[in-house]
């Protein structure tokens, strides 16, 4: 298979497998999406979407999120972990573009662009610890950064098809590749396509 026709067959069955694609942190608009995925660095959704309508019931917007001290906020989000951190951040408005929503606390690149491309549907291929995995396990990026691995997903994937391919491949890798307990038989993109070296590796590791 050539690299344009590996390409192809992870975004055919992709699309296959992922039809409709459910965004993973639960919000209502861009601001309460801002929050959740601040909130989502180095925690997990499940936890995040259990913090949020606790705290979104409380404020669920920036003009009311400003009354709140970053004490009040601190106790709420605490189960999420990085409190002092996040609670700094989760203040004022969400702007639209990359550069403003980098220059915003405890915001960073792969926050500014899920926010980008799921609140304002403005391409982006934000890339998590699962997608960095993919692109290695794919023979796609060399592993070496997450800022290299993005690069290379918005080289060879088509623009227009970022904003959902981001979120299939974050679904795929938890359904079919996880970091622990893969099993490469229920993974049909890396049995199909996989880089050799993790391929010989997992087959190693087995016997």
Known sequence: MTKQEK???VIETLNRLYPEIPIPLDHKDPYTLLI?????AQSTDVRVNKITPILFNIAD????????????????IKPVGLSPMK????????????EA??????????????????AFNIPAFPVDTHIHRLMYRWGFS?????????????RLFPKELWNDLHLQ???????????RGWDLEKDVIT???GRKTVLADYYKKKK
Do not use: C
């Open 142 to 154: 060399n592993g070496k950064n997450v800022v290299q691995t993005e690069k290379d997903a918005k």
């Open 87 to 98: 609670s700094k951040g989760i203040h004022g408005k969400v702007p639209a573009s990359f």
């Open 191 to 193: 049995k199909t396509i």
């Open 36 to 40: 959740a995925v601040l909130l989502s």
């Open 7 to 9: 390409v192809d067959f």
């Open 61 to 76: 917007n920036p003009y009311a999120m400003v009354k709140l001290s970053v004490e009040e906020i601190r106790d709420i």
């Open 101 to 118: 929503l980098e220059a915003l606390p405890a915001v960073g690149h792969k926050t500014a662009s899920v926010v980008m491309s799921q």
């Open 169 to 179: 491949i974050i679904w795929y890798a938890r359904h079919y590749s996880p970091a």
